[in-house]
C-alpha cells in the first residue's frame, strides 16, 4: 500500500523554537509540497519540490524554509516557531505530470501547537 | 485573490439523497479540476477529477460537473451515506503545472 508518511501526528512546540517536520513517500514521486490547512482558509501551499535541492515558494513561505536531500524525504522547517503557525500541516507527493489530474497523495497530517 | 471558492462552509442532507457540492473559479486558464474528501485527523483523499475539455465524469457515486462558461463546477453524490460526511475540498490546476490550488472545503453532514 503506497504512503506518504509524517513523523508526528502531534507536535507542541515553544514560541521561538526551531521545529522540524518531517515527511517521507514511497511512490517515487519527483514531486512533493508542503500544506498548511486552517478553518475558513482551506489549503494553502507552502513550499514544493520538483525534485531532489530543488524548492520553490508557494503561496504562504514567509517564516518556513524546505529541504529535499532525497527524493523520498521532504523536511518543512519553522526557523522560529510562532504561535501564528499553529495549525495542521499536511504533506503531500505527485508524480510529475499526474498531479493535475491524478491528484496527489498526502500523508495524514501533523498538527503543531505552538505556544 | 482567492482563485477557487466553495461558499457554502457547511451542508446536511438526508441518508438516501443527493448532495450536491458547489465551486466556483476565477482563472480561466485552470485545466483541470478535482475533488478531495477529509476526514477528521486524516489527509485528504483524491475523489475524483475532470478535464476541462470534459462536462462531466463519473464514478460510481460521485459525478463531477463542469460549467466552463460559468466558471463552476459541482460535486454529486447519490445515494448519499453516513460514511460520506466529511469536508470537501475542490482543486484546480493548469496543464504542465503541478500546484494545486484548492477552495476553503465544505463540511458535509449526512443525517441518518
Known amino acids: 500500500d503506497v504512503k506518504v508518511t509524517q513523523s508526528s501526528r502531534y507536535l507542541v512546540k515553544r514560541t521561538g523554537e526551531k521545529v522540524f517536520l518531517e515527511c517521507v513517500q514511497d511512490?517515487?514521486?519527483?514531486?512533493m509540497f508542503w500544506y498548511r490547512q486552517d478553518p475558513g482558509l482551506g489549503l494553502r501551499l507552502i513550499y514544493f519540490s520538483y525534485d531532489v535541492k530543488m524548492k520553490e515558494k508557494g503561496d504562504i513561505p514567509e517564516g518556513y524554509s524546505v529541504s529535499r536531500e532525497k527524493k523520498e524525504r521532504f523536511s518543512l522547517i519553522l526557523e522560529s516557531a510562532s504561535t501564528n503557525q499553529t495549525s495542521m500541516y499536511l504533506c503531500?507527493?505527485?508524480?510529475?505530470?499526474?498531479?493535475?489530474?491524478?491528484?496527489?497523495?498526502f500523508g495524514s497530517g501533523t498538527r503543531l501547537t505552538v505556544v | 485573490d482567492q482563485q477557487v471558492k466553495q461558499n457554502s462552509p457547511s451542508l446536511s442532507v438526508q441518508e438516501g439523497r443527493i448532495s450536491i457540492l458547489n465551486c466556483d473559479y476565477t482563472n480561466s486558464m485552470f485545466d483541470y479540476f478535482l475533488w478531495y474528501k477529509k476526514y477528521p485527523a486524516e489527509g485528504p483523499t483524491f475523489l475524483i477529477s475532470i478535464s476541462s475539455i470534459k462536462d462531466k465524469n463519473e464514478d460510481g457515486r460521485f459525478t463531477v460537473f463542469l460549467n466552463k462558461s460559468a466558471k463552476h463546477l459541482s460535486l454529486h453524490i447519490v445515494p448519499s451515506q453516513p460514511g460520506d460526511s466529511a469536508v470537501y475540498f475542490c482543486a484546480a490546476s493548469n496543464f504542465g503545472n503541478e500546484k494545486l490550488t484548492f477552495g476553503t472545503g465544505t463540511r458535509l453532514t449526512i443525517i441518518p
Open positions: 511512490m517515487d514521486h519527483e514531486n
Open positions: 503531500a507527493s505527485s508524480t510529475s505530470g499526474g498531479g493535475g489530474y491524478y491528484g496527489y497523495t
